[in-house]
């Protein structure tokens, strides 16, 4: 069965400063992941996806995410946090049983001035 | 514009009244799927369809129904809401099941008196 686990549900960092969103990952196959970004009111937008391609993957708006099958993580990471980051990140997982997403817990993102 | 729209956006009900929300996609995507969002729960699938007349049960079906009778459309009827249902939902649709990007719409927040 898969599964995902975002390990912290708020982080808080200051403008400028590196972004670590964590995110472990657990699945019988070589998985789909995903990170989701969703602004306050509004949907679910796709940041990157790694589907058994390059390990490290890039996104939009600066951020990247490295699998690594030996820890069975999926971190996202932004060099520089800038305020309009704010937003609720999800990790998730596609799974082999009709194309269903599992969804982490979630962790909201707060950049300070 | 490639979207994913939903309708209504906001709705007010009373426990037991029927409801339909709307979900439409211009892609022409096969894979259509609601998902309900509740704090500290990430989301959850409620129902999913992998073509026109297929539909299965997602990890939180009770209460729920769903028709996809045209490739666009997949609506979600609660034919006897209670207050356990309010939440905020999501329609999402991807090319095919399976390790693909999911669209979203909008969301609609809805709360059961």
């Known amino acids: 069965a898969q599964s995902v686990t975002q390990l912290d549900s708020h982080v808080s960092v200051s403008e400028g400063t590196p972004v670590l969103l964590r995110c472990n990952y657990s699945s019988s196959y070589s998985p789909s992941l995903f990170w989701y970004v969703q602004h306050p009111n509004k949907g679910l937008q796709l940041l990157l996806k790694?589907?058994?391609?390059?390990?490290l993957v890039k996104g939009i708006n600066g951020f990247e995410a490295e699998f690594k099958k030996s820890e069975t993580s999926f971190h996202l990471t932004k060099p520089s946090a800038h305020m309009s980051d704010a937003a609720e990140y999800f990790c998730v997982v596609s799974t082999n049983q009709g194309g269903k997403l599992i969804f982490g817990q979630g962790t909201e993102l707060s950049v300070k001035p | 514009e490639a979207q994913v729209t939903q309708n209504p956006r906001y709705l007010i009900t009373v426990t037991g009244k029927k409801l339909t929300v709307t979900c439409s996609q211009n892609m022409n995507h096969e894979y259509m799927s609601w998902y309900r969002q509740d704090p500290g729960l990430g989301l959850r699938q409620i129902y999913y369809s992998m073509n026109v007349e297929v539909t299965d049960k997602g990890d939180v079906p009770e209460g729920y129904k769903v028709s996809r009778k045209e490739k666009r459309n997949f609506p979600l009827i609660l034919e006897s809401p209670s207050p356990n249902q309010t939440s905020l939902y999501f329609c999402?649709?991807?090319?095919?099941?399976?390790?693909?990007?999911?669209?979203f719409g909008p969301g609609t927040r809805l709360t059961v008196l």
């Open positions: 790694y589907t058994s391609a390059a390990t």
């Open positions: 999402a649709s991807s090319p095919r099941q399976g390790g693909h990007e999911q669209f």
